[in-house]
């Protein structure tokens, strides 16, 4: 499985983003997506994750800013960003849970966002 994560760049404070996940494998088969999110000298956290079913959960520093959705068609996950800060600035990246207590985890290779005050 390979996700193909893109669409950082560098945005000023208040402006959006979209970032787009690709994935090889049809979407249908994973448990759930979402993206994640590390800044230089913190741990990687969890931005936004959406189910199989649709559920959503967002991470209460990003809810009402941020929105995850799908497209199944394309196979592909995004995340609106807007009302951007510069603490959201951090390499985004996606990821997708398969199997049973989803014991199959996959990682696309992160995309920068820099957001400048």
């Known amino acids: 499985v390979q996700l193909q994560a893109s669409g950082g760049g560098l945005v000023q404070a208040g402006g959006s983003l979209r970032l787009s996940c690709a994935s090889s494998r049809n979407i249908f088969s994973f448990n759930d997506m979402g993206w994640h999110r590390q800044a230089p000298g913190n741990q990687r956290e969890l931005v936004a994750r959406?189910?199989?079913?649709?559920?959503?959960h967002y991470a209460d520093s990003v809810k009402g800013r941020f929105t995850i959705s799908r497209d199944n068609a394309k196979n592909t996950v995004y995340l609106q960003m807007n009302s951007l800060k510069p603490e959201d600035t951090a390499v985004y990246y996606c990821?997708?849970?398969?199997?049973?207590?989803?014991?199959?985890?996959?990682w696309g290779q992160g995309t920068l966002v820099t957001v400048s005050s």
């Open positions: 990821n997708a849970n398969r199997g049973w207590n989803n014991a199959l985890e996959y």
């Open positions: 959406i189910a199989s079913g649709g559920s959503t």
